[in-house]
Nanobody, 128 residues
Framework: QVQLVESGGGSVQAGGSLRLACAAS????????MGWFRQTPGKEREFVAA????????YYANFVRGRFTISKDNAKNTVYLQMNSLKPEDTAVYYC?????????????????????WGQGTQVTVSS
């Protein structure tokens, strides 16, 4: 079992920044990658960013490239999502997820069904 707890969500004006954190506990040694997804009411959960624990390869959705940065602290078993230049359309519940198995293709990091464990989510609200 892997437990994931997100934090850092909140309300911010457009152009502002937030940093989300996802603390992992439990069988963290078995986790190969961590991902961030987001969801708004009535829409499918969508991929935001992912990062392998080792060697730390990063993947981003096109709509956040250049604005969001995913990073990790191995010692703390924590993954971060630094979000800059936030837009109202970034408003969503953000979830982190842990992937335990090896993927076949890099595009698998963008698929929510490739992740075994999920956090409870944290709300991000961006006002115009």
């Amino acid at each position: 079992q892997v437990q994931l707890v997100e934090s850092g969500g909140g309300s911010v004006q457009a152009g502002g920044s937030l940093r989300l954190a996802c603390a992992a506990s439990g069988r963290t040694f078995s986790s190969r990658a961590m991902g961030w997804f987001r969801q708004t009411p009535g829409k499918e959960r969508e991929f935001v960013a992912a990062m392998t624990w080792s060697p730390g390869v990063k993947y981003y959705a096109n709509f956040v490239r250049g604005r969001f940065t995913i990073s990790k602290d191995n010692a703390k078993n924590t993954v971060y999502l630094q979000m800059n230049s936030l837009k109202p359309e970034d408003t969503a519940v953000y979830y982190c997820a842990a992937q335990l198995h090896a993927v076949r293709f890099s595009s698998d990091y963008e698929r929510q069904d490739e992740y075994e464990y999920w956090g409870q989510g944290t709300q991000v609200t961006v006002s115009s």
